[in-house]
């Protein structure tokens, strides 16, 4: 992994971070940088919420991954904290190279430095290879997710 380096994303990286997001089928349909200003307000309310996490992995100085990672207080489990993956993404050029699984890592690694109990994320049903993947590093799949869009 050379120089790996996965760290607090910043203004200056949404572009990369957004180009990652559109560059699957999925993510084409609902990404798009031609109005950077919902990206921009976003990045503002993540960065204002210390539970919210969004790093990217920077190598020579380009951005290669991205994840967000969420710490949840909660009562359930006996008022276990917990931590969500979202929008794990890797450079179409950096997929296999284990970049995936370092970030992985990194954020199942923080969400023990933040004692949480639990660490879940979801993926979609399309993305089979994620499934595998996530199986791989020791993911149940052990929930069926519903969304409500608003």
């Not at 969500?84 to 284990?98: K, L, M, N, Y």
Request: hydrophobic fraction near 40%; aromatic fraction near 4%; proline fraction near 5%.
């Amino acid at each position: 992994m050379g120089d790996l380096e996965i760290r607090p994303a910043v203004t200056e990286d949404i572009p990369a971070i957004v180009d990652m997001l559109a560059d699957d089928p999925l993510g084409a349909q609902r990404e798009s940088l031609d109005d950077p200003t919902p990206y921009l307000a976003a990045f503002e309310r993540l960065t204002a919420d210390p539970n919210q996490h969004l790093v990217v992995a920077v190598r020579e100085g380009r951005v290669i991954g991205t994840l967000q990672l969420t710490v949840i207080p909660g009562l359930s489990r006996r008022g276990a904290t917990r931590s969500i993956i979202e929008a794990v993404r890797i450079h179409s050029d950096e997929r296999g190279s284990g970049l995936g699984t370092r970030l992985i890592e990194w954020a199942i690694d923080e969400s023990r430095r933040q004692n949480c109990q639990l660490v879940q994320l979801t993926s979609d049903k399309s993305r089979t290879d994620a499934h595998r993947f996530y199986e791989r590093l020791g993911f149940a799949s052990s929930h069926m997710g519903f969304k409500l869009e608003l």
